[in-house]
C-alpha cells in the first residue's frame, strides 16, 4: 500500500500488508517504509498500473515544489523483492499547485493529468520503460489565484480510452458542481467539451471511478454552503450522502449520466472513491517486456462477450472454473503459479451453447497467487486467485 504525507509531516511511504494473516483479511507487517523524506510534498494524484511483463508494477507520484516549480514525474518500480524509485521525468507543464491528480486508462496505454487551475492533459504510457510521450494539452491552468480557479476536482477515462470525464467543484462565482465530458478523438478536442450534469451546490463533487462494469461512479460530498459536514452526524442521511451517481454508458457520447442513482445500503459517502488500478490487465502481448515465462503464451484473440468465473474451496483445495457468453468451439485451461510455471493444462470437450466448466484439484499445490487462463480459437480471459 503506498500512501503521501498530507499534514505536518510530509514524504511518501510503502507498507506491506500480508493477506494470509487474520484468516484472510490480512495483517500490516511492515509500516510506513519511506520512499521519499519528509520535505518531499507529495501532490494528491497517486496511481499505480501493471508493468508490461505481467508481474511488476509501476508507481507513479508527483511533487508539489515550491518556487522554481517542475514538471516531474517519479515512477518507482515494485517487484516481488523491492520497492526502488526507476527514474524520474520531466514533461508538461510544472505543478503549482497541490491539488493534482494523475490516472492510467483501463489499458494502461493513457495517463491523464489535472490540476485544481484547469490544467488537463494527456500523455502515450510505455508499460515496458515507464516513459511518457506525445503530451496532448487540453486545458491550460488560469493564474495562480485561488479566487479565479475553475477548481477541477477529479478524472477519469472510459474504457475504450475515448470519452474523458472530469469533475468540478462549486465555487464563488458558480453555484453548482458539473460533470464534463470531452472526447479524445475529435479533431479539436478542447471544443468538445460538455456539461453532462450540474449538481446543487449541497454537494461537492468527488471522486470519478471506473469499474469493473465499465461504469463510471461519482461520489459527492453532502456539506450545505456555510456548514462543514464532516463527520456527518448521525441524523444526516439524504438522497445526496446515501448514493453515488453513475455514467452508465462512458463510452457513448449520449453517456446516460443518473445522478444519486446507486444507493449505498444505508451507508454514506464523502469525496472518496477506492484508488484501485486494474489488477486485472496482465501482460502486454508481443511487447519487448513480454519476457516473463508464466507470459509465454500465443497473444490474446478477442474476448468478445466471454465472462469468466472462478471459486476456490479451501477445506475442498478445489478450484471450479465457469465460463459463458463463449463463441469458439474447444476450450484450453491453463493455470501458472506465481514464478510463471505451468501447474496444469487441460482440453475441453466442444462447448454446449457457449459454457464450459470443470473443477481442478489443487491438493498438494504450494499457497500463493495462480493466474487460469481460459482460450477458446475466438476469445481468451483469465483470472486470478489465491490459495491458502
Known amino acids: 500500500m503506498f500512501s503521501a504525507g498530507v499534514t505536518t509531516v510530509h514524504g511518501f511511504y510503502y507498507s506491506i500488508i500480508d493477506m494470509s494473516q487474520d484468516s484472510g483479511r490480512g495483517a500490516v507487517i511492515q509500516k510506513n517504509v519511506p520512499l521519499q523524506g519528509t520535505n518531499f510534498i507529495a501532490s494528491d494524484g497517486l496511481a499505480a498500473v501493471q508493468h508490461g511483463n505481467g508481474r511488476d508494477w509501476w508507481v507513479v507520484v508527483r511533487e508539489w515544489t515550491q518556487p522554481p516549480y517542475d514538471s516531474a514525474f517519479y515512477f518507482y518500480l515494485v517487484t516481488p523483492d523491492s520497492v526502488y524509485l526507476h527514474h524520474e521525468q520531466h514533461i ?11 490516472q492510467f486508462s483501463k489499458d494502461g496505454s493513457k495517463l491523464i493529468c489535472m490540476e485544481r487551475r484547469g490544467l488537463l492533459t494527456v500523455f502515450d504510457f510505455n508499460r515496458c520503460n515507464g516513459e511518457l510521450s506525445n503530451e496532448l494539452r487540453i486545458e491550460n491552468p488560469v493564474a495562480n489565484q485561488v479566487d479565479s480557479f475553475p477548481w477541477f476536482f477529479d478524472l477519469e477515462i472510459s474504457a475504450s480510452n475515448r470519452y474523458l470525464y472530469l469533475s ?39 471522486l470519478l471511478e471506473l469499474a469493473p462494469n465499465n461504469k463510471i461512479y461519482l461520489s459527492c460530498w453532502y456539506n450545505p454552503v456555510g456548514t462543514f459536514m464532516y463527520p456527518f452526524p448521525d441524523s444526516v442521511h439524504n438522497y445526496i450522502n446515501e448514493n453515488l451517481s453513475v455514467i452508465n454508458e462512458p463510452d457513448s457520447d449520449n453517456c446516460n449520466f443518473t445522478p444519486f442513482s446507486f444507493y449505498l445500503g444505508g451507508k454514506r459517502t464523502y469525496y472518496g472513491l477506492p484508488n484501485n488500478p486494474n489488477y ?73 451453447n457457449g459454457y464450459a466448466t470443470v473443477d481442478v484439484d489443487c491438493s498438494g499445490w504450494a499457497s500463493g497467487m495462480y493466474v487460469v487462463y481460459l482460450e477458446t480459437d475466438k476469445e481468451r480471459l483469465s483470472k486470478k486467485f489465491i490459495k491458502e
Open 168 to 206: 468540478q467543484l462549486h465555487n464563488d462565482y458558480d453555484s453548482l458542481n458539473h460533470v464534463i465530458q470531452y472526447d479524445l478523438q475529435a479533431a479539436n478536442v478542447q471544443a468538445s467539451k460538455d456539461t453532462i450534469a450540474d449538481i446543487t451546490n449541497l454537494a461537492y463533487a468527488g
Open 280 to 352: 486485472e490487465l496482465g501482460r502486454l502481448y508481443g511487447s519487448p517486456c513480454d519476457t516473463l515465462q508464466w507470459t509465454n503464451l500465443t497473444p490474446a484473440l478477442s474476448k468478445g462477450e466471454g465472462v469468466i468465473q472462478i471459486t476456490y474451496i479451501s477445506a475442498w483445495e478445489k478450484l471450479f472454473i465457469n465460463a459463458s457468453g463463449l463463441k469458439g468451439k474447444n476450450v484450453t485451461v491453463s493455470i501458472y503459479d506465481g514464478r510463471g510455471v505451468l501447474v496444469r493444462a487441460q482440453n475441453f470437450v466442444p462447448l454446449h
Open 92 to 102: 508538461g507543464e510544472a505543478i503549482v499547485d497541490n491539488a493534482t491528480t494523475v
